[in-house]
């Protein structure tokens, strides 16, 4: 019987996935690429969390931008049944793979935990055995609620919270369609440790330590993680929250890791990334009424980006062009088309203004908005053609 995927939403997290959507969404941004630019790049990368957004887009852009072969790790699951279709990524992961192996480049895509050892060693026995024997490219993007340390065996979970104070603001219930104003409780010191754990830099650097003493690491290899660091918009309950914390620890690890690379000519990057429409952010408190707000000014100002038109302009244009632009911690800014001032100022005055009438109509971002929300899981996607599908022919893909 043919399959009729529907978009289920529980509070701000999409449920349904559409498979072939998701193949259409892959081929659109593989297209966008190859439109806009190709660069002498990476030839050997390794995504972790390469699955979705701006992983899945670091692995589209060096793939069909510079040639590279890649390899994607990525937590997902795969078809059961006909209610139970799997996740977005699972499907995202083999028509990645479909349309590089159609060009000629290795795709490889491993399923697993990537706090753990043993995935660690699978990736390198796979680097050493049938990927040439090194990488100069390793991308971290993971984003998790949870991660279990692979020597104690304890569990840490995020909390995404304020620290030292509450905060007051509106937000929307994409499930309900309804905008509502939120507390959000100040973090526990226990949460902000635990959050450290889950989204900090730790886990990056052991896995560079990892592919360093294994020997996998090309001369004058690049490391790359993605931060992000706001505005006095979502300082509040971003930067001066957990997450903030988190991205600090992030900072603090890149410069363990830039010595830990001195040797082989390598470097450790952290990119401050743009706001984009994910499954991780759009679970931030607070957040998608910044998108709503500052999409609209984006867009307006013809600078609005997704995941794709981001990655692959940091890609060609600053990690392997000629336009990088760093701060003074030596942090990547592809986020300055965000914090501009005249676009920021122009947000805070459209921010101000949202209210439960107007949220979700033209006088924000709305429509954009949820079109890449449910993009992420297949739906809305455009040059989609409906096709009958069936639970067998989607249980017969590999990853
Ligand atoms: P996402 O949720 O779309 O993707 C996360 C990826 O991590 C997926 O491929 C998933 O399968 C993988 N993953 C999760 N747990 C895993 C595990 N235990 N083992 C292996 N793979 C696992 O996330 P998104 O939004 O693309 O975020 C990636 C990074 O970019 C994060 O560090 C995030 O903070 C950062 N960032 C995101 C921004 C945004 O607006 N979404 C803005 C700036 C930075």
């Not at 993605?226 to 918009?233: H, K, Q």
């Not at 450790?268 to 707000?293: D, E, G, Q, R």
């Not at 800014?333 to 109509?361: G, S, Y």
Request: aromatic share 10%; with cysteine; net charge negative.
């Amino acid at each position: 019987m043919a399959i009729q995927p529907q978009a289920t939403m529980r509070g701000n997290v999409l449920m349904g996935v559409n498979p072939l959507g998701c193949k259409q969404e892959v081929y659109n941004q593989i297209n966008y690429v190859k439109k806009n630019g190709s660069y002498q790049g990476p030839k050997k990368v390794l995504v972790l969390g390469a699955s979705s957004s701006y992983g899945l887009a670091t692995r589209i852009s060096t793939a069909f931008g510079a040639g590279a072969d890649t390899i994607g790790v990525s937590y997902e699951k795969g078809p059961k049944s006909e209610r139970n279709l799997g996740t977005p990524g699972w499907y995202n992961n083999i028509a990645f793979k479909q349309a590089a192996e159609a060009d000629g480049l290795i795709a490889k895509n491993i399923i697993g935990d990537a706090f753990t050892d043993e995935l660690k060693q699978e990736v390198i026995d796979y680097i050493k055995e049938d990927f040439g024997g090194q990488v100069d490219l390793v991308v971290y993007s993971l984003a998790t609620g949870r991660r279990t340390d692979p020597e104690t065996g304890q569990v840490y979970t995020s909390a995404i919270k304020a620290i030292g104070q509450e905060v007051v603001g509106p937000d929307i219930n994409l499930q309900k369609e309804t905008f509502y104003q939120k507390t959000l409780a100040a973090a526990s010191q226990e949460e902000i440790d635990e959050t450290v754990k889950v989204m900090g830099g730790e886990d990056w650097l052991i896995w560079m330590k990892t592919l360093k003493e294994a020997g996998v690491l090309a001369d004058g290899v690049k490391t790359v993680i993605y931060s992000y660091l706001g505005s006095d918009l979502n300082r509040a309950y971003y930067h001066d929250g957990t997450l903030g914390r988190a991205k600090a620890d992030c900072d603090a690890k890149a410069g363990e890791i830039n010595n830990l690379l001195a040797d082989i000519d390598g470097q450790a990057l952290v990119c401050v990334s743009t706001a984009v429409t994910t499954k991780a952010s759009s679970v931030i408190p607070f957040f998608p009424v910044y998108c709503l707000a500052l999409y609209k000014v984006m867009a307006e100002a013809g600078k609005h980006e997704t995941p794709i038109m981001h990655k692959h302009r940091i890609y060609r244009d600053m990690i392997y062009g000629d336009q990088p632009l760093y701060d003074d911690e030596g942090r990547l800014r592809p986020d300055a088309w965000e914090l501009d001032p005249d676009i920021q100022a122009k947000t805070t005055e459209l921010v101000q203004q949202i209210n439960e009438d107007n949220f979700n109509t033209d006088f924000t971002a709305y429509d954009l908005f949820m079109h890449e929300f449910y993009n992420l899981n297949g739906f809305d996607v455009a040059g989609y053609q409906e096709k009958n599908i069936e639970i067998d022919q989607l249980q017969a893909l590999e990853p």
